[in-house]
């Protein structure tokens, strides 16, 4: 095992050199996937709706495939070496996509066939994904653990998550600005090319780290007695249908080892908002027989929380989607007929938002919590991503409300849709307040479900809060689908016309700040049977 150069206040040297990594690879996936919906309408010629719902697909099973993974990762293989593994699946999936590109632009391809190239290679980078990130962040937190400094791991460990999603946001602008204005000016070819270059480069960067790195042994278990357990758990929540009052408790009274090992005692409330993360670490003292029990136990008490976030992760999907092509029916240039802003690149205000919100949440937002909270975090974790969830219904509130202000000007126009009078900057404040919500939320889920499971889970942890924008992109997807054949047969049309005068996103985004209120008030009730 490598040992981590660290100093006594700051992260190690391997963990920053992963938080690098992490944002070369953002910018190679955001490079691709924020302007994917305008390649797929205006180069491929799909139908708004569905490449609309063809990105939400993609992107579930991007957001899912961790889960299987992390799962591999923790119990056969090593986190090293999957990363290893799924930079290089990630690279051919790249270089796949580049050259069906190239092609496209340059010789006559049956539009079956290409489409079929396309989303080939686009799930060939699905599959990298499910095996780089979850790993790659939990080997990132792994590199600071010390058994002997179990306070100052929790405080790394919180600094660590805060600066790896300021470096992974980082990359993301540059993703989302430079290569949104390369791809619609220099051509897809290019646009493409750059990220996979960036991409090996991010491989290699990692590489020349493995002196460094902390390489933890992963204890292998049982699949079998995994699912036999699962099964086991659920079965025995069904006998309990009405939970005890005051708390959501453990489904069944076993041996004090197994409750031991999250952290609790027979009559503790399952679920505690300051659950430290040094408790799950004692998974070292169960056997091997009772590990897959333990595991599954830490697992399914999340799953309240998880489901309670799915209609923020919906709303997720809007600025890479409905966002960007209400960016294209607006005025877009800057100086009269100067430099045409790329609808895809107002996505950098979320990004943005967040460079600036994450290094001033510690020094500003935090003391200021506190004085009103009198908590040492500011607000606890569950507190945070209520806050979050919150300004992503602000956020749907005022997209609604410009987009009937776009159509109102549409209206008195006569019909023009493009250019409209109206600039694209009235999109700015729905942009940053996702941005603004996302270091809330996101960054309190990344937390909660890595510091909520087993020290040999942890890869499973990270995949459990991706999974959620998994299962939240089909969501999305079926949402679209349902919502447009219920309004394509009445007299109004579909709300997802893929004429910007006809369609109606501003009734969708009232739709999702109306599903967002109830998982919102949902999750507050939810979280008064978790106690500090």
């Known amino acids: 095992m490598a040992a981590a150069a660290t100093d006594s206040g700051g992260l190690s040297k391997s963990c920053i050199l992963i938080i690098v990594v ?19 309408t205006d180069v491929v010629k799909l139908s708004t709706s569905s490449a609309a719902k063809n990105v939400n697909t993609w992107c579930g099973v991007t957001y899912m495939l961790p889960l299987v993974g992390a799962f591999l990762a923790d119990s056969y293989w090593d986190r090293y070496s999957t990363i290893l593994a799924s930079s290089l699946l990630y690279i051919l999936g790249l270089v796949s996509l580049t050259i069906w590109a190239m092609l496209w632009a340059f010789t006559p391809i049956s539009k079956t066939i290409f489409a079929a190239a396309l989303f080939s290679s686009l799930y060939l980078i699905s599959m990298a994904q499910g095996g780089y990130n979850p790993c790659l962040q939990a080997f990132g937190a792994e590199q600071l653990e010390r058994e002997d400094q179990e306070e100052m791991n929790s405080e790394k460990k919180s600094k660590f998550f805060q600066w790896w999603y300021f470096g992974i946001c980082t990359g993301s602008l540059m993703g989302v600005t430079l290569m949104s204005y390369i791809q619609d000016n220099c051509g897809w070819g290019w646009g493409f090319a750059i990220p996979t270059i960036g991409m090996a480069m991010s491989a290699i960067c990692f590489s020349s780290g493995t002196p460094l790195y902390v390489r933890k042994k992963i204890t292998k278990v049982r699949d079998q007695t995994i699912i036999e357990e699962t099964l086991r758990s659920f079965k025995e929540a069904l006998k309990k249908v009405v939970p005890a009052p005051g708390a959501i408790r453990l489904p069944s009274q076993r041996c004090d080892e197994e409750v031991a090992e999250l952290g609790q005692l027979d009559n503790t409330p399952l679920m505690k908002d300051d659950f430290p993360m040094s408790v799950s670490d004692s998974a070292a003292s169960t056997t091997e027989d009772e590990e897959p029990r333990v595991d599954v136990r830490a697992i399914v008490k999340l ?6 976030l799915l209609t923020f992760a919906v709303i997720f999907q809007q600025p890479a989607t409905f966002f960007t092509k209400q960016g294209t029916a607006m005025r877009r240039n800057i100086g009269g007929d100067g430099f045409m ?3 895809a690149t107002l996505q950098s205000a979320i990004t943005l938002s967040i460079i600036i919100l994450v290094p001033l949440y510690d020094h500003a937002v935090v003391p200021a919590f506190r004085l009103l909270t009198g908590n040492e975090k500011g607000i606890t974790v569950l507190q945070r991503i209520a806050v979050g969830m919150f300004l992503s219904v602000l956020a749907m509130v005022v997209a609604a409300l410009v987009e009937a202000k776009r159509l109102g000007v549409v209206r008195r126009s006569a019909g023009v849709v493009v250019p409209s009078p109206l600039s694209i900057f009235w999109l700015l404040p729905q942009y940053i307040l996702l941005g603004v919500s996302d270091v809330f939320t996101v960054v309190g889920m990344q937390e909660f479900f890595y510091s909520r499971v087993p020290t040999r889970m942890r890869s499973v942890g990270i995949a459990m809060y991706s999974s959620v924008f998994g299962v939240g992109s089909f969501l999305s997807a079926i949402l679209i689908t349902v919502i447009e054949m219920v309004t394509s047969s009445s007299d109004g049309g579909s709300w997802f016309s893929d004429d910007m005068g006809e369609a109606r996103l501003d009734k969708y985004y009232w739709l999702l700040a109306l599903s967002g209120s109830i998982s919102l008030m949902s999750f507050i009730a939810l979280s008064r049977h978790y106690t500090d």
């Open 303 to 308: 799953l309240p929380v998880w489901a309670m």
């Open 22 to 40: 992490a944002s070369v690879e953002r910018f190679a996936f955001k490079g691709v996937v924020s302007n994917l919906v305008t390649y797929l």
């Open 341 to 343: 802003i790329p609808p």
